[in-house]
């Protein structure tokens, strides 16, 4: 009977060790190498895409022409002293307030040629056909590049002689010169800074006396709407006269209403 029990023992025991060894699990360990490794690898970079062309302001009318290059006018008068409103009306005019070919295609708003000119051109038909003109990257070189264009050459020099007010002589002046050969081309500037009122912003740069200036003192419930109906005055002008960033205004403030 012992001997029995030794041998359904010794039978159990080698069933056991060979159940065990069919399910060892056999490890590969270069397998693990080439895992671990692949982990440690950095993803790669993505490359970024450049934006080829700058951003461009979207100008419906004329109104948001003058809003948004009016600044950029005021500083080249400050840098330059060639009036804004001359600067804004001759872009509105050469530009077609930003919606013409050379503006749209070149972000040339003043109608400048080659000339001398070593960089980026376009070629589009003027007096002439095919003519050539300067391209720029973005609007800001051309306001700029028209600054130095009349800085630059001596036809131009009499009228920084006159005074940074007087946008009539200034429009004068340039066709007198050879600016356009348009013969209406003086009248047009002078029709767009009267219609526009763009001698405003020359006033803004230029600082108008307090002596020249009609001022109102901020009343509980006045809004600049109620002040702009009670002084027949546009809410932009009131903005632009003042400098004001946004449309709020406090009791006891002093902004200008117009000029006595």
């Not at 419906?60 to 804004?88: K, V």
């Not at 109620?226 to 709020?248: Q, R, T, V």
Request: proline share 2%.
């Amino acid at each position: 009977m012992i001997e029995m029990k030794r041998y359904l023992v010794f039978i159990l025991c080698v069933y056991f060790l060979q159940s065990c060894g069919s399910k060892r699990t056999i490890y590969n360990y270069e397998d693990d190498r080439k895992e671990i490794t692949s982990r440690k690898k950095k993803p790669k970079k993505k490359k970024l895409k450049q934006i080829d062309k700058p951003i461009i302001p979207l100008v419906r009318t004329t109104e948001d022409y003058i809003d948004y290059y009016s600044r950029i006018a005021m500083d080249e008068m400050r840098q330059h002293d060639i009036p804004a409103s001359i600067t804004l009306a001759q872009g509105i005019l050469e530009s077609g307030s930003g919606k013409g070919t050379l503006a749209a295609n070149a972000n040339n708003h003043f109608g400048i040629k080659c000339h001398d000119w070593n960089g980026p051109k376009i070629y589009h038909d003027d007096d002439k056909k095919q003519e050539c003109f300067r391209k720029y990257s973005s609007p800001e070189f051309s306001f700029r590049d028209h600054s130095i264009f009349l800085i630059s050459r001596d036809r131009y020099a009499s009228l920084f002689k006159l005074k940074k007010d007087d946008y009539k002589s200034w429009a004068k002046g340039l066709k007198k010169a050879g600016y356009a050969t348009d013969r209406k081309y003086s009248q047009k500037l002078i029709d767009l800074i009267e219609r526009y009122k763009l001698y405003r912003y020359d006033d803004i740069v230029l600082k108008k006396k307090k002596s020249k200036q009609k001022f109102y003192k901020v009343k509980k419930g006045d809004t600049l709407y109620s002040i702009s109906k009670k002084f027949n005055i546009s809410i932009d002008d009131l903005i632009n006269y003042n400098n004001l960033d946004s449309e709020g205004i406090t009791i006891g403030q002093q902004i200008v209403v117009g000029n006595k």
